[in-house]
């Protein structure tokens, strides 16, 4: 089926719909292990299926924080099943991202239990109805604004102030309408102009942290997930048949390859898990990466320039 709900890309030219073996989370090199990893959004569609990867990949703990109890429970109890033997402890904390004293009582909590998080995945987002700015209202757009920024930013500067001098990993999962938001590029997003609004402001606020954090102390990368049908796109009215979707062990598996020193080069940058990581580090990719610091992340489209007194 030919939809501008799907978006290819040029980037590399290897395009993935899986994960492959470079991310898996079962390879050695990217282990987990002796880490707690916390997952907002952590108890359904691609914030479980990060969590589900964090388990493969031996995480001490994972965390996931939801606003249903009944969904984190279930999420819980097959997180337990996968995890088995291997003595991954799982966490299942009720919290919504915009409720900013029970997420300040989330982070003493965990203080007070002597608990550190190593990763951070901030995955939860509000996507909402479909409607022109100025027709959706200040408020419905403002709730837009607090969930996809204000609280993301609430959990990413309170896991950065913790106590503890070791690397911290902070993994965006932002999404292709924070740029593709024209009826000719996206026309689901273009319907939805709030949701790419407050999720390019929230991909920008990851790219400044970055900008103001060595990756020594917090490495950050944001990533779009893939095309994984999800509660979200049922709310956008799209059947499960619509288009050939990934698979939710794609998005998965590229966490906690982002959560890895592998993905220090992507520092403050914004990518697709589709996109070959072999590629990207490599070769003209990496060479433009490392060269240019407007590619990859958010800008104003063919403006340059520099301060001159």
């Known amino acids: 089926m030919s939809s501008h709900l799907s978006v290819a890309t040029d980037v590399t030219k290897v395009i993935h719909r899986t994960e492959y073996a470079t991310i898996s989370p079962s390879r050695p090199e990217l282990s987990q292990a002796g880490k707690t ?10 914030g479980f299926a990060i969590a589900q990867a964090f388990v493969r990949a031996a995480a001490a703990t994972v965390i996931i924080v939801g606003r249903r109890r009944d969904v984190l429970d279930k999420a819980r109890a097959e997180l337990e099943a ?33 608990v550190v998080v190593d990763v951070l995945v901030l995955n939860s987002a509000k996507f909402t109805e479909a409607g022109p700015l100025l027709e959706l209202g200040v408020d419905e757009v403002w709730s837009q604004f607090e969930a996809n920024v204000r609280g993301p930013l609430d959990f990413a500067e309170r896991f950065y102030k913790q106590k503890g001098d070791s690397t911290k990993f902070l993994v965006n999962v932002s999404t292709q309408a924070i740029n593709l938001f024209y009826d000719s590029q996206l026309p689901v997003a273009a319907e939805r102009p709030a949701y790419s609004l407050t999720k390019n402001a929230g991909t920008l606020t990851a790219q400044l942290i970055a900008n103001g954090a060595s990756p020594d102390k917090l490495q950050v990368v ?11 796109w049922k709310l956008a009215g799209a059947p499960a048949d619509a288009l050939p979707f990934d698979d939710a062990t794609l998005p998965g598996a590229f966490a906690v390859w982002a959560a890895s020193k592998e993905a220090r080069f992507l520092h ?33 489209v063919g403006l340059k320039g520099s301060f001159k007194a």
């Open 37 to 46: 990893v916390l997952v907002t959004g952590g108890s359904a569609g691609i």
């Open 222 to 232: 944001s990533y779009h997930p893939g095309v994984i049908y999800s509660n979200a």
């Open 82 to 114: 996968q995890a088995g033997q291997q003595q991954t402890a799982i966490i299942a904390e009720n919290v919504d991202v915009v409720d900013r004293a029970g997420v300040k009582a989330l982070w003493e909590g965990l203080a007070a239990r002597g």
């Open 268 to 300: 403050g940058r914004f990518v697709w898990a589709s996109w070959d990581v072999n590629e990207l580090a490599t070769g003209e990719i990496r060479k433009r990466i490392d060269e240019d610091e407007n590619y990859l992340r958010i800008g104003v």
